[in-house]
């Protein structure tokens, strides 16, 4: 059977918009989903990432959170007819507060696979309370029982195929251990990219004060080098046909560009995309419009491309 990929809405989040795309309309307030991702009609079901433990815990960062009925990790699982118990791996994109939260609710049956150097980087103090106690306390209890969790040394190993059709690779840019998953599915590879891509539309379509071709704009919140974020972006678009960024909607890409916008399933219904270069256009953006949020999905209208 094909795999496919469905994301789960785990918690919304309030933040400061220039957090997420670098010198975006600074001051002013932006509204962003966060994504799980299952990963279904293989063996067994893989789970990326676990979002918040709670929608306060974002408040030690100066954002706000919100976690409805719908989005408890257990009824999101639910929808696809699965418990907890069902998971067979949980793999990390990273481990930040809105994404390895909820680790402690699986049985420790469920590998938890990470970069050894994610595990390292959230108790180095760098990025201070983005990496809560509570889940670093449970990973460590997870690093002393038996097959409880997986470290990985990607940038030495190179990619791995952690299960058929989905590989793993060092992703870097967002932090130090950051790690991208690819999936086979019928319509191409999708890349899962965590936050390595934060905004599609404001980073990418029409990436905010870029001059050069194919430049991305950089995030707000990075532990590594400017360059390292830029060179990250650019691996996650090269990967496949799709990305999956945790806090906005899925885009398929072609050559680099991205040429449609999809909801919450890959394969999946998609909205297409006109992305044009600067030598295309001769202009840079220097404005982005702060008014609509990015939680609606953009294949929402009935004039759909695809299935
Ligand atoms: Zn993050
Ligand atoms: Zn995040």
């Known amino acids: ?85 069902d998971v067979r791996y949980i793999l990390h994109t990273h481990n930040h507060i809105d994404h390895a939260g909820q680790d402690n609710r699986f049985p ?26 509570e889940y670093v306390k449970h990973h460590v209890d997870r690093l002393h029982t038996p097959g409880a969790v997986r470290l990985l040394d990607l940038e030495l190993s190179g990619p791995i195929e952690l299960a058929p059709r989905v590989v793993v690779e060092h992703a870097g ?39 050069g071709e194919f430049d991305p704009q950089v995030t707000g919140n990075h532990s590594m080098r400017k360059r390292e974020e830029k060179g990250a972006v650019v691996r996650a678009l090269n990967s496949g046909s799709f990305v999956v960024p945790s806090h906005d909607y899925p885009a398929r890409v072609a050559g680099g560009r991205i040429v449609s916008r999809l909801g919450t399933s890959i394969p999946g219904p998609e909205a297409p995309v006109e992305m044009r270069l600067p ?3 001769a202009e840079v953006v220097h404005t982005v419009d702060a008014g609509p949020d990015r939680l609606g999905s953009p294949v929402e209208s009935p004039a759909l491309v695809g299935s």
């Open 173 to 211: 840019g967002h932090t130090e251990g950051s790690m991208n998953i690819l999936v086979e599915t019928a319509d191409g590879i999708v890349c899962i990219c965590g936050d390595v891509i934060y905004d599609v539309q404001d980073q990418i379509v029409a990436p905010l004060y870029q001059v």
């Open 1 to 85: 059977m094909a795999l496919e990929v469905k994301l789960l809405d785990l918690i919304d989040i309030e933040l400061e918009s220039s957090f997420l795309v670098l010198a975006r309309n600074m001051g002013q307030k932006a509204r962003a989903k966060t994504w799980g991702s299952l990963i279904l009609g293989g063996d067994d079901p893989i789970l990326v990432d676990t979002g918040a433990s709670h929608p306060e815990i974002m408040q030690r960062l100066g954002m706000t959170g919100w976690i409805s009925e719908e989005q408890q990790l257990e009824n999101q699982l639910a929808q696809h007819g699965l418990e907890p118990k």
């Open 108 to 133: 420790m049956s469920t590998t938890v696979v990470m970069q050894r150097k994610e595990l390292e980087h959230s108790v180095s103090g760098l990025m201070g309370e983005q990496y809560p106690a």
């Open 279 to 281: 030598s295309e256009t």
